[in-house]
């Protein structure tokens, strides 16, 4: 349709001139302000996933009895739903399709809950198990009716920081003191832990970078991904810094110094992941008998439970009570290195049997002659109780020299990252641990 200027009013031709000339400024502002390839979006709409299954929601209406009940301490996952009122059948119904899922009965821990719906007849319309916030297993009906059983991870926020800072009283507490969680003290523990002791060597003021995607959940650290790299400046230790590096081969895959040395050795320096000494080799006064004796090992102080793990790869020599040392287990490393791990509440392992390093072998405990939970540590060189950092300690596999290329170029990509990636310092906290401050977080350099 065509308009004739000249057969309107004055009036009128203002008006349209007016509407005319917004939509041409419109179609050159859309034009000028539209972002080229190269240009980020100025915001961009987080993707919907999959909906999380849900029960029935009113179960009441449609004639369903909804059961709930929780696993309690030395509760069997069978026992536990018994004493929810959950009939036998549909207790073996549930056990049955959780198999074909994977579901590990032995993982059942105290406190995780479940809530089954049965109908009128007493047959199972849907189950559901929460292991933790993030992960449950259900039982729901698909879409021909028929009982089928799946699991659900609840989706998180990621966000790859720089967490650094200088320590205060300890890695562990200044750490914690940032906001962060045990897991990353013990993550980062693992990455540098073979060269440097955070219990002995680290002194207020040293340096520590860990660049590492950590995960939330509506604000709350829900877990962090594998360390990228990670570096200590020290004033005992020097610089010492590991680059995540996977390459085909199990000698290869793991944190290697830039020189491509393997950052992983024979022995762990700790055999658990709370970094608290009570008790040092040499000698003391027995806080039992009160006499003035030799302590033979590290004491380790722990809440009980807290998880053991063998600090090298051997062969269980023993696993049982043993005297004072109450639930205690030894591992044969090599032909003159043995450990021995006292006053366990629980063992998982037994004689004979081959255990690799890292691997949880026990819990916790007070048994023996213990005044509380703690973890009693040894080591026995030729029979002879030794003082860990006297153990020779050497390391595994270094990268071979035709990977080498292929590794520096990876360490200058990580580089770049970590340069580019926010400093995280922590963040105040209201409770913070005594003697450890809070500094506040800080943004890279544009």
Known sequence: MQISLANLSNRH??????????????????VALAPGPDTPPTHARKAVGPRMPQLVAEPESEGLIELRGEVRPNMPFITAMLSAGIDRAVADTIQKHLESVAFDFRSCR??????????????????????????????????????????????????????????????????????????????????LGYDIDFIFDPRVGDRFRIL???RTLDGEIMGYGPILAAEYDGELTGRVVGYKFDVSGKDSTGYFAPDGENLQKAFMRSPLSILRVTSSFGMRTHPISGRRKMHTGIDYGAPTGTPVWSIGSGTVIHAGPKGGYGNTIEIRH????????????????RRGQAVRQHQTIGAVGSTGYSTGPHLHFEYLVNGVFTPPRKVKNPALKRLPKERMPEFEQHMAKVDSLWEATPRFGGKPQRNAIAGASSPVAVQAKS
């Open 334 to 349: 090599t032909a003159s290195v043995v450990t021995r791990y006292g006053h366990l509440s629980r063992i998982f392992v």
């Open 110 to 191: 105290p406190g995780q809950s479940f809530t089954a719906q049965v109908d009128s007849a007493g047959a199972l319309r849907a189950f559901r198990y929460d292991t933790d916030r993030l992960h449950s297993y259900w039982i729901l009906p698909d879409d021909d009716g028929a009982l089928e059983a799946r699991t659900w991870e609840t989706p998180v926020e990621s966000d790859l920081l720089s967490i650094e800072g200088s320590v205060r009283t300890s890695v562990y507490q200044t750490i914690m003191s940032m906001g962060e969680t045990p897991q990353l003290v013990a993550d980062y523990a693992d990455v």
């Open 13 to 30: 031709k203002i008006f349209v001139l007016a509407v005319v000339g917004a939509m041409v400024l419109a179609i050159v502002l859309s």
């Open 212 to 214: 590492v995607e950590r």
